[in-house]
């Protein structure tokens, strides 16, 4: 295998393993440790993409985390994973990637004809071409944009991979392995204080290795190496190579994500493929570095041209070059330490430093290994279209507004360094107001905001000395005022070559009758003519322009065009950047899988789900799950072939007829105890609580202050401070907030406690005529006649040696009762329940039979009482009492509360008696009225009255109470449907409750 | 993500908590005669500020105690907080 840019004596891969994959389609071969984009550059490819709006050819910018062009899709186990950043992902057997933002291929791409039709994507293009005629964009313009637009395609199939959440604290958290986070974390962990070393890249060290540079003695890779070495060996530390931290959060909170899997072929056994963790961190560190500016050229988004420092690490990190006759554009030191790494490669570079005469210890090196130097010299354009071929370049005037002598020079790639830009994005985030700094023309943190201090090229030192001074210092500090201790290490001595300064010179000027496209974003191809056309079009605001042009949007979020987007702006505005400011970083710094974000949480697992104690009965018995809230609940329990419709149907009868059995575990329970107990249920609910003597239920009503109902239950006097109250299964949680809210801040003189009881009962509601005779032999002992257990009463029994709590209270409208047992016997419960009533015909009945029950009964649940009724609207207004005062009493009293015609409950009987009507079906006088046609109300719940075998449903319709007998329609648009209906009453079962009291 | 000082247990992740609003709002008495307006003004209108704002938060997974949390409402800053029972009149 020859790799034709591969260097044999230099980088860090691991040459004794190679590792194939495919690229578009075609095999290449690279070596571990390789990213993709250090082995297609190894195997001279330079073309990767298209760009997002003229689909002009990309290359690779940069070597990391900032780069804007190489953006791949990633297949991987027949899974798709889109926005990959080729600088970042490392290669693997098998790997397969392919270009994004072609069609149909990166070398011939049709959109590229958009490059010709530049008038129709000039600066916000997506408010203006767009626009007119309106019944275009349907048509033509929005599919359009959705083929052209995009970093590849998310996978429509469900991601099988693991991703984790993790909690973490420390002391001190250090974002970056560089010489400032190294030397800070060294420092702070010898201080004792528990330490995490961030670091997104594979290998640690930063820029340690590639710069040239020598610290105690050693050099920067041999130094970092021994420091990682050593605080991999302390327990109070953690060390993460492949961990990014995106986000910087309130109240110290840092998310940091790990990509664990992502460089292997699968994810390995009991390993996560990515992994996000949330770190409290009392302070933080951030030495996040700083990324290499541009320099703004004609056709300066031509693949070939790069940033100079990441051709350097191509070279030094990967062994690979980026081109083999190379063109330095520079306006600082950066490029000559470029240029001197393809000197001692055998590879003669050629520099154009912008600088007249600079003079340094590096410009002397440079000129003393014979490299050529232009000074007062810049690239003027790129030439060639899918990779650099060559160069105009000229001479430019002292005032840098001319441009002379024009020469076309044969080059293969154009390493361009116009200094370099912090990355204040955490520091940002953190609400640290940055500050523009004259002398590196860039913004650098100000005064922390939370616990964060910034440190390293991150706050604008550029030099190896001044960067581990600061970062030795800044450990100790930071952890002593954590730990106290006082163990300082000793600092190494720091042997670096001095740099002269920069040239502020950013943008080449264009020759005159030329007009080519000058690059900012090379992203979102937002050039130099952009940004002017949007500020004559009267754009000011930093934050608008970004807006307008794109500038700085995307997946990069503008990291190698923020600062020149601004020195343009401030350039035509007279202004200086600091007076143009910068648009915010929000995180994520870098992005995230949507995958990491959720975790564990997807699916079943997006919740927990509860069971009652009797599930595994269920499940033994066919029982058809239903989720209700958190909890399973059995719907109906199949036999045979039977569907919903046939099993619920029988499970009804079967109540009405002999005695059915039903899992009632799922019902919020709430003890309630205190001498006060029954003043507060007494303000708690709508009605009067004050007499409920010891042993008896009675049902309630709570409303929310708005006079809205929120709940309602039974509530049972257990002993004189003691109730037992119920809740709906989906309010419970709701109702002891509600409850406590209450006792500890609008009564906290009640003398009253509540304590969630929910899970310690199963409950078993045993319904139907025959349900007397099953207690009697349940609880041989117990007197469970009508006259020893009433209607609403309350009794303690021996259930073959299990205690047991037995109320008689009744959701079917049957003679009902309900025992609990503690959850341990619930099962023992249910099945002597079962085993004693097969004698009664007894039947277990689900949640679809319980709404059949309630629904023909009238008695109102979720449904009706769904956060927009009152009391009068589920016809409950009996139990709102007149004396007394209650929570949400006063709202009953507004005006739209007590409108005669106000809607109110009723009962739905379809004219045919034979078409169910659909649950949310409008009620209305005529179906063929004039669209909007005015809804009387809607149905609400629907089911199939067993007791007269027709459908029924309850609806809550204006004036419900005149509205009986009449004829309306059910209209259902979403099914089509219009059903001729008569109105009747809600009770439409036993309207005088005579069973539940026989 | 906040980090609240609940006075029974100690710092804990705003994950823990509920919000309750505006911690100033006093329900008028019961059995009082009150006036629409005043009704309306405690059921429904709440000041927004930015800045300083005594607000309830619910410990519901921790000690399920409601707690007043002086924070400020557009950096997050917790200055202070306090137990149900404090800052009452
Ligand atoms: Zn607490």
């Known amino acids: ?998 | 993500m906040l980090y609240i000082f609940c006075p029974h247990c100690g710092s804990r992740s705003q994950n823990e908590f509920a919000y309750g609003g505006d911690a100033t709002v006093k329900r008028p008495e019961l059995n009082k005669e009150v006036s629409d307006q005043e009704w309306d003004n405690f059921v429904y209108l709440r000041k927004s500020p930015r800045g300083k704002h005594l607000e309830l938060w619910h410990h519901i997974s921790g000690c399920r105690q409601w707690i007043k949390v002086e924070r400020d409402t557009s950096t997050h800053e917790i200055f202070k907080t306090y137990k149900a029972d404090e800052l009452t009149e």
């Not at chain 1, 000129?367 to 690239?379: D, P, R, Y």
């Not at chain 1, 953190?430 to 100000?446: C, H, M, Q, T, V």
Request: charged share 25%; proline share 5%.
């Open chain 1, 1 to 998: 295998m020859s790799q034709d840019f591969r260097l044999d004596n230099i980088g860090m891969v691991n040459r004794d393993k190679k590792i194939s994959f495919t690229f578009n389609g075609k095999k290449y071969f690279g070596y571990e440790g390789d990213t993709i984009a250090s082995a297609l550059i190894a195997n001279g490819v330079h073309l990767v993409g298209r760009s997002f709006k003229y689909h002009r050819p990309r290359g690779f910018f940069g070597v990391g985390v900032d780069e804007p062009y190489a953006i791949l899709q990633l297949e991987r186990n027949n899974e798709r994973d889109p926005n990959i950043r080729a600088t970042e992902q490392e290669i693997f057997e098998g790997l397969e990637v392919k270009s994004v933002n072609c069609w149909p291929s990166v070398n011939f791409d049709i959109g590229a004809i958009n490059n010709f039709l530049k008038m129709f994507f000039p600066a916000g293009f997506y408010y203006k071409t767009f626009m007119w005629p309106p019944s275009f964009w349907y048509k033509i313009y929005e599919p359009f944009i959705r083929m052209a637009a995009g970093f590849g395609e998310a996978s429509i199939k469900h991601d099988k991979e693991r991703y984790e959440h993790k909690y973490e604290y420390c002391d001190l958290l250090i974002t970056g392995s560089g010489p400032s986070g190294l030397a800070s974390a060294y420092a702070a962990a010898k201080n004792g204080a528990r330490v995490i070393l961030a670091e997104d890249k594979p290998r640690y060290g930063g820029s340690l290795l590639t710069s040239d540079v020598n610290i105690g003695n050693q050099t920067g890779v041999e130094w970092s190496e021994k420091i990682i070495t050593e605080l991999k060996s302390m327990s109070n530390v953690i060390v993460k190579n492949r961990s990014q931290v995106f986000g910087y959060y309130d109240h110290n909170m840092l998310v940091m994500s790990e990509r664990i899997s992502d460089h292997l072929p699968q994810t390995q056994k009991y390993l996560p493929k990515q992994r996000l963790w949330y770190i409290r961190a009392k302070e933080v560190l951030i030495s996040s570095g700083s990324i290499e500016r541009p320099l703004v050229f004609g056709n300066n988004d031509t693949p070939g041209v790069m940033l100079s420092s990441a051709a350097k690490e191509y070279m030094k990190v990967y062994g690979v070059l980026v081109g083999k006759k190379p063109l330095i554009f520079t306006n600082n030191d950066s490029g000559y330490e470029t240029a001197i790494e393809f000197k001692k490669n055998g590879v003669n570079p050629l520099i154009l430093d912008t600088r007249k005469e600079p003079s340094s210890d590096i410009v002397t090196e440079a000129k003393n290994l014979g490299i050529e130097i232009k000074f007062s010299h810049v690239v003027v354009a790129a030439k060639g279209y899918k990779k650099v071929k060559s160069a105009d370049i000229a001479k430019i005037s002292d005032n840098k507004k001319d441009l002379s002598n024009i020469e076309n020079i044969e080059c293969d790639c154009i390493c361009v360094s116009g200094f370099w830009t912090p990355s204040i994005h955490l520091a940002s985030q953190s609400g640290n107001k940055s500050e523009f700094n004259e002398k590196i023309d860039a913004f650098i943190p100000k005064k922390s905001k939370q616990k964060e201090n910034t440190i390293g090229s991150a706050n604008g030192k550029f030099t190896l000395e001044e960067t581990i001074n600061e970062a030795f210092d800044k450990g100790y500090e930071v952890s002593n005022k954590i730990t106290e201790n006082n163990n300082k290490v000793s600092m190494p001595t720091v042997v670096e070559k001095k740099s002269s300064e920069h040239d502020k010179f950013w943008c080449v000027p264009l020759p005159k009758g030329k007009s080519y496209k000058r690059f900012l974003d090379f992203q979102n191809d937002v050039a130099v003519t952009d940004i002017e056309l949007a500020l004559r079009e009267g754009f000011r605001s930093i934050e608008h322009v970004k807006r307008y042009t794109t500038l700085g949007m995307a997946t990069d979020q503008g990291k190698t065009s923020n600062l020149n987007g601004l020195q343009l702006v401030s350039d035509i505005e007279n202004k200086v950047v600091p007076q143009v400011g910068h648009t915010t970083f929000r995180p994520p710094y870098t992005p995230v899988s949507i995958g990491a974000i959720v975790g564990r949480e997807v699916g079943k697992h997006s919740k927990p789900t509860r069971k009652s104690p009797m599930h595994e009965w269920h499940e033994k018995n066919n029982a058809v799950f239903v989720d209700a809230g958190v909890w399973l609940r059995p719907r109906y329990y199949k036999q045979g072939n039977e569907t919903l419709f046939e099993a619920s149907k029988r499970e009804a009868k079967n109540v009405r007829k002999n005695v059915g059995v039903c899992d009632v575990t799922t019902l919020g329970k709430i003890d309630v105890k205190g001498p006060d107990a029954a003043e507060f249920l007494n303000r708690v609910y709508t009605n009067a609580w004050l007499k409920l003597p010891v042993g008896k239920a009675r049902y309630g009503v709570m409303l929310r202050e708005d006079g809205i109902v929120m709940d309602d239950g039974t509530t049972t006097r257990i002993s004189e401070n003691h109730y037992h109250m119920t809740t709906t299964t989906a309010q419970a949680a709701n109702v002891l907030s509600h409850l406590e809210y209450y006792l500890q801040l609008v009564w906290p003189g009640l003398n009253v406690n509540v304590v969630s009881t929910t899970e310690q009962w199963a409950g078993a509601a045993i319904a139907g005529p025959n349900s007397r005779a099953l207690l009697t032999k349940l609880f041989p002992n117990s007197d469970v006649s009508n006259e020893g257990l009433p209607f609403m009463g309350y009794k303690e029994g021996d259930l073959f040696g299990i205690p047991a709590k037995i109320y008689r209270i009744s959701f079917s409208g049957e003679l009902a009762y309900e025992v609990n047992v503690e959850s341990d016997h619930g099962n023992f419960m249910w099945e002597k329940i079962i085993e004693v009533g097969k004698e009664f015909q007894i039947q277990p009945y689900g949640t679809e039979a319980l709404s059949t029950l309630r629904i023909e009964m009238g008695h109102v649940a979720g449904s009706e009482l769904d956060g927009r009724t009152i009391p009068h609207d589920a016809s409950l207004e009996g139990l709102v009492s007149k004396k007394k005062d209650f929570i949400g009493k006063r709202s009953l009293s507004r005006s739209s509360f007590t409108k005669p015609d106000r809607e109110k409950i009723v009962g739905v009987v379809p004219l045919d008696k034979t078409t169910s009507i659909p649950e949310g079906s409008y009620i209305v006088k005529d179906p063929k009225a004039k669209l909007p046609n005015p809804k009387l109300g809607h149905v609400s719940a629907s089911c199939w009255s067993v007791e007269y075998d027709n459908p029924f449903s309850l609806a809550i319709i204006k004036d419900g109470k005149n509205m009986i007998g009449q004829k309306l329609f059910a209209m259902s648009p979403l099914k089509n449907k219009t059903i001729p209906v008569e109105i009747v009453s809600s009770h439409y079962v036993d309207p005088e409750g005579k069973r539940v009291r026989a």
